[in-house]
């Protein structure tokens, strides 16, 4: 009895494996196309149609992606059949060179993402703008803007006039409190923007934005807008550290990712020598 048991515990599991292969070969019927003895299986392409589609455009896409698979298919064999021996080469050559520099690449940005250090100073921001500053000369127009689009017929017009008019920040805060009723509104006047961006907004020249004011207003068929112009940067001025940070911060960490890469490389070819796994004859 024990020895039936182990037979047929035996023949169960070889069932089971055969079942495993089983589903891991795909069925000769579902192949949907051969193209000399390359074979293609619905499984190959059932995950790139998209899900929830009409039939008749699943069978449209169905029968292109068969298609552009039977046509590279065919490409490629014509392909071998009339490279010479010496293109061959060159072309392993060359996957065997991209292969190992996706390879190299890859190690050093996982050491990278290990070592570096992202942690970036004020000071150190500070000491890279004021070396640097006739590199951040700007190719557009900056403001610091406060501005405010309402009905014509708002309700309490002339508060919300003299609330946006204020430097107080209560007033500001009262004012903020209705934004609800508001088209659209922007109140943080100490931020520089790009003049372009706004213009989308305002219906006013850029000649006129361009000059600091206290208060302009202007009235169209859709409203009423409320300007206030805190400050202006020029084409080819200096660039405030403020707007430029982010891309200081991006050029800090280059060169720092530069500097750990070579330390690396110098540390790996030092290993080398040191185990005598790297000679110079």
Known sequence: MRYIAIVCCFCLFLSCDLFKIHKKEPSTKEIVAIVNT????????????????????????????????????????KAKNNSSSQTMSQINDLVKGYKESLLINNYKEQLVKQKLDTVISEEELNEFYSSNKENFKLNKELIKIKFLHIDTNIKDKNKILALFKSDDIFDLDELEKQELSFKFHQFNDSIWRELDNVLLKLPFSKEKLLKKTKFIQKQDSIGLYLVTVKDVLKRNSIAPLSYV?????????????IQLIRKIEKTIIKDAIQNNNFKIY
């Open 245 to 257: 940070s982010p891309t200081i911060e991006q050029m800090i960490l280059h060169n720092r990712k």
């Open 38 to 77: 390359e074979k293609l299986f619905k499984t190959d392409f059932i995950d790139v149609l998209p899900k929830n589609i009409h039939k008749i455009d699943s069978q449209v896409l169905a029968k292109s992606y068969i298609q552009d698979w039977a046509i590279n298919k065919l490409l490629l064999e």
